[in-house]
């Protein structure tokens, strides 16, 4: 499978080593983990879900108005383009992904590599917006920076992929944040 088809965890820190410790502790069939220096992290492509360390928000302009889940171990820095979820240590960063990589929402799961598994059983790809909500879930959704129009679109994107497919969700915005929730007035297809 190509790289560029997977789902990724990239690692934005000026060693490896964290990379190294996720790759090893993570599901392979589920998520790549790949690493990028602060200064390089804006080239890295699309990530899954970005988790950082330091003081040094690099390069991270590019992916402002994207659905990805953030991370960071210590204080966030100044300047990351979406307020990022605190964690202590990389093991709390790892068993966050571990959650996010099982969750579950109305018979909706994450397919291996990437994309989505609908309730029936059958696979929804390029839904990448969607996979970042899901894995928020039960968290309270992504906490997202201020709703610019490309944030905006890439939340009907997700919205418009649950109606296309029938999908008792809906996507919510609510205090900063962008979650899943269950629309119970929608009846699946």
């Known amino acids: 499978m190509r790289q560029a088809a997977l789902r990724t965890l990239l690692v934005v820190s000026e060693r490896p080593h964290p990379w190294a410790f996720l790759r090893d502790r ?6 790549t983990v790949a690493w990028a220096r602060p200064a390089d992290a804006g080239r890295a492509g699309a990530p899954w879900m970005l988790a950082g360390a330091g003081e040094d928000a690099g390069a991270l302009g590019p992916l402002r108005d994207r659905l990805l889940c953030w991370r960071w171990v210590g204080p966030a820095p100044a300047g990351l383009p979406a307020p990022a979820t605190t964690c202590r240590d990389w093991h709390q ?9 099982s969750a579950r929402l109305a018979g909706l799961r994450l397919a291996p590599g990437c994309g989505l ?43 418009e992929l ?28």
């Open 26 to 31: 993570l599901d392979p069939d589920l998520v």
């Open 93 to 101: 960063v790892a068993a966050g992904a571990e959650r996010a990589l």
């Open 117 to 159: 598994v609908l309730p029936d059983g059958s696979y929804l790809p390029r839904a990448a917006g969607l996979e970042a909500l899901l894995a928020a879930h039960p968290d309270g959704g992504l906490p997202v920076g201020p709703p610019t129009p490309r944030l905006r679109a890439a939340a009907r994107r997700a919205a």
């Open 162 to 189: 649950l109606r296309r497919h029938g999908l008792p969700l809906r996507v919510a915005w609510d205090a900063g944040r962008l979650a899943l929730t269950e629309d119970h007035g929608v009846r699946p297809a």
